[in-house]
């Protein structure tokens, strides 16, 4: 979803937190540091703006797991180390409050996003919803392909090599 927005520069995955500025940061809260004192700790997402902002994101399955003592110490020391230290928003998102339609549809026009993996009409028109060339809603209802197919058949360029089914049956 990060991928999808127009606004976003640069994302990070698993972005390594400075394991000097952890560790103090577990010493001042007396806590122990995620894996010891020697392993670093990672951010889900760190993303940079356009416009030079930035943001660190943590992606939770549930927050039930808020429930737990130490997950909320870890995320806490990710916090900080990104709101105090870094002067950066940190946010966490939980899976179960994403829009699962908007991610599934993402998910199946991104595979088309190269053009090397247009190979008919349907592949050009998730090729050209993925490069955001035809606009369609993509957060309200999983997308009809074939609805959307004759709704924008004039405006696919044309697919080189295609064979279309009339034409590879001989009478």
């Known amino acids: 979803m990060l991928r999808w927005d127009d606004n976003i520069l640069d994302i990070r995955e698993q972005y390594p937190l400075d394991l000097e500025l952890t560790n103090e940061i577990c010493d001042d809260r007396c806590c122990k540091h995620p894996g010891g004192r020697n ?50 928003p940190y946010e966490i998102v939980f899976k179960e409050d994403m829009n699962v339609v908007f991610a599934e549809n993402i998910r199946i026009v991104s595979k088309f996003y190269n053009a090397s993996s247009v190979f008919d009409e349907m592949s050009m028109l998730k090729h050209m919803i993925a490069t955001k060339r035809i606009q369609v809603d993509m957060e309200s209802e999983p997308l009809d392909f074939p609805y959307l197919l004759e709704q924008y058949r004039e405006a696919l360029p044309e697919v080189k090599g295609e064979v279309s089914v009339c034409q590879t049956h001989s009478t």
């Open 39 to 88: 392993c670093y700790m990672t951010t889900d997402f760190y993303v940079i703006y356009k416009d030079g902002s930035e943001k660190a994101f943590s992606v939770k399955t549930s927050r039930n797991l808020l429930k737990k003592r130490r997950t909320k110490e870890k995320l806490d020391i990710e916090r900080c180390y990104w709101e105090k230290f870094r002067h950066v």
